[in-house]
């Protein structure tokens, strides 16, 4: 209960922020950018259809024909981009929703740089300002941290809701809201979220990881960044200097949630399963190594 | 059930090699006014720090209110805390903080609202209510903090330096709250004001270099049950050795026109008074003024003086 409290206590408070407010608009953004890039490749391929029909001189039906041919295989390789996967390994729900496939591969982007951005003076503000001093004798460290965590979540679950929404209007605008109604519409929804809680969810315990260890507002901002920047690019550095064979590049590699990425996006439930449990994991771990740092903090 | 609102054993805390508290043996008593007394660097804040939780101690123990401190959040509503130098979110409304404690103190739901009016009008802060804690003065900054610590009406309150900053008329509010409002809870306060602290606390300790020095009552502090200080009217003059030899129960000494008299342990002050005035009385002499003991700030002045 206590948890919950400060919970909602620290959602009013990142909501009426200046910085909240900001969130906001960079989650909003990220819907018009998202529905904008759906529009885009949408147009992009209406024009081959008209392409192919007058230059090839096909009847309507024909060129549709090679316009959907073209989709197809345009379609697929942008996929197997996305998701690193064979085509034939990718979940046939994601495949068979394309926005919600663009979504979550722009979000598992862009979502880390918007979780840093809103999140990574979460426990180093209070750490300098004292805040948490009056707190610390009516709730516990661990009620603290959580109730913190869920707030973040919260802040980047209603952003996606943000995102979701004016993506849908954006389409709707557009009258290709026709796409949603594909049979895996519902499946890949949920697959949609859970992924991208998923990824969410462990890039906020990152960025936690990284605001605790720093006593200033400034040094979390820049080891956050860090800490990001380690995580996603430093296994690719690192085996491009040494191999991916290497012991430690391997290591280093499976300490990145972008590693596991792959598997969220895989048709087989065992492999799904993986990827959930790889995630749960490294959530996991970057807490726990939060809650050990701020358990011996001096607040 | 204990009689201690708070019992520490060799309490320490060290930051690097320095010591900030050192062993620190302290016992406060339920209900009491205990005013912690130390200059700047003494280790009050960090004794605070251990107790309200956000200090880890380095070694030895510490009870508050039967409860070690490592479950301190245990007592959550039980006790309250006025801690110095912290801020609260300043773009957060004065009636949601005061309504958020009132719940984090364990408030039930149905009376978290009522107990929030409560606390606010206690502290004068009912007409800022709708006023974000950025748009607020220092002292009603101050007079927020204090309403926070006495949310949920706790057991145990401590008080890091409550009338900082404050002009005469909020030290005076200030204090009237912590006399008239928090009567039966233990108040624990730090403070610089020796004064102040001598007028309003029961009890109080000194604490130096990170021990305890002295501590007990306030009247044993200041010696008001061991020290009299008659004020000679200029005419009179005093026979020491035939005084001494009359009362050898009291030492006497002759300061100008001050004798003091030191009473021993155990012995009433009441029948010091009246023995020595009836003795100066009856050699034709006569007095201006009788003083109890000294001011707290003669006694700390010396006994840190003497560590």
Not at chain 1, 56 to 66: C, D, T
Not at chain 1, 106 to 123: E, G, H, M, Q, R
Not at chain 1, 253 to 265: A, E, I, N, V
Not at chain 2, 16 to 22: E, K, L, Y
Request: contains cysteine; glycine residues 8%.
């Amino acid at each position: 209960m206590t948890l919950l409290r400060i919970a909602f206590f620290e959602l009013r408070i990142l909501f009426y922020s200046k910085r909240g407010l900001l969130a906001s608009g960079l989650y909003a953004l990220t819907g018009f950018m998202a529905a904008t890039g759906y529009f885009i490749l949408n147009q992009e391929l209406d024009n081959q259809i008209q392409k192919a029909s007058e230059q090839e001189g096909l009847s309507f039906s024909v060129a549709l024909n090679a316009a959907d041919y073209a989709r197809s295989e345009l379609y697929q390789g942008f996929m197997g981009f996305c998701s690193g996967l064979p085509i034939e390994q990718i979940n046939t729900a994601i495949m068979g929703t394309p926005i919600f496939a663009i979504l979550l591969w722009a979000l598992s982007w862009i979502l880390p740089t918007l979780i840093l951005l809103t999140t990574y003076d979460v426990l180093s503000s209070p750490l300098a300002s004292h805040t948490f001093r009056f707190e610390t004798f009516r709730a516990s460290r661990l009620e603290i941290l959580l109730g913190r965590l869920l707030a973040h979540c919260g802040q980047f679950i209603l952003g996606l809701l943000l995102i979701a929404i004016i993506a849908i209007f954006a389409l709707w605008s557009e009258e290709t809201i026709g796409l949603f109604q594909g049979e895996h519409t519902f499946q890949s929804f949920l697959i949609f979220l859970i992924n991208i809680l998923t990824i969410g969810v462990t890039y906020c315990a990152l960025i936690f990881l990284g605001s605790v260890l720093s006593p200033s507002n400034r040094g979390a901002l820049f080891l956050c960044a860090l800490l990001l920047t380690l995580i996603s690019s430093g296994p690719t550095v690192m085996a491009w200097q040494w191999g991916e064979d290497n012991t430690l590049v391997q290591l280093f590699s499976h300490l990145s949630p972008t590693h596991f990425t792959h598997k969220l996006w895989h048709a087989s439930l065992k492999e799904f399963g993986y990827g959930l449990l790889a995630y749960g994991s490294l959530f996991t771990l970057y807490l726990g190594a939060t809650y050990i740092i701020f358990s011996r903090k001096n607040l | 059930m204990t009689d201690f609102a708070i019992e520490t054993l060799n309490l320490t805390k060290s930051f690097g090699h320095t010591h900030a508290v050192n062993g620190l043996n302290l016992s406060i008593n339920l209900g009491s006014i205990f005013g912690l007394i130390g200059e700047n660097g003494a280790g009050k804040s960090t004794t605070f720090g251990m107790f309200g939780g956000w200090l880890k101690p380095s070694s030895g123990k510490a009870k508050i209110l039967g409860t070690p401190l490592q479950n301190l959040h245990k007592l959550r509503g039980k006790i309250g805390f006025l801690p110095q130098d912290s801020f609260l979110p300043p773009q957060e409304r004065v009636e949601n903080i005061a309504l958020y404690f009132c719940h984090l103190a364990g408030v039930p739901k149905n009376q978290a609202k009522k107990e929030r009016n409560r606390i606010l009008q206690l502290v004068n802060l009912q007409d800022a209510a709708r006023n974000q804690v950025k748009e607020l003065s220092h002292g009603m900054y101050k007079r927020l903090c204090l309403a926070q610590a006495i949310a949920g009406k706790p057991q145990l309150i401590f008080l890091d330096e409550p009338t900082a900053g404050l002009d005469p008329t909020q030290t005076l509010r200030v204090k009237a709250i912590i006399q008239e409002h928090l009567q039966g809870a233990t108040v624990v306060i730090s403070s610089h004001q020796l004064e102040q602290l001598e007028k309003l606390c029961t009890h109080g300790a000194i604490i130096h270099e990170g021990k305890i020095v002295a501590s007990g009552s306030m009247d044993e502090l200041t010696g008001k049950n061991q020290q009299l200080k008659i004020e000679l009217a200029p005419q009179t003059s005093i026979a020491l050795e035939k005084l001494a030899s009359h009362l050898p129960q009291y030492s006497f000494s002759l300061n100008d026109r001050f004798l003091e008299c030191l009473v021993p342990h155990g012995l009433s002050v009441e029948d010091a008074i009246h023995a020595t005035v009836s003795h100066i009385f009856a050699d034709g002499g006569r007095i201006l003024g009788i003083e109890r003991g000294g001011s707290l700030e003669s006694f700390y002045l010396a006994t840190t003086q003497k560590s």
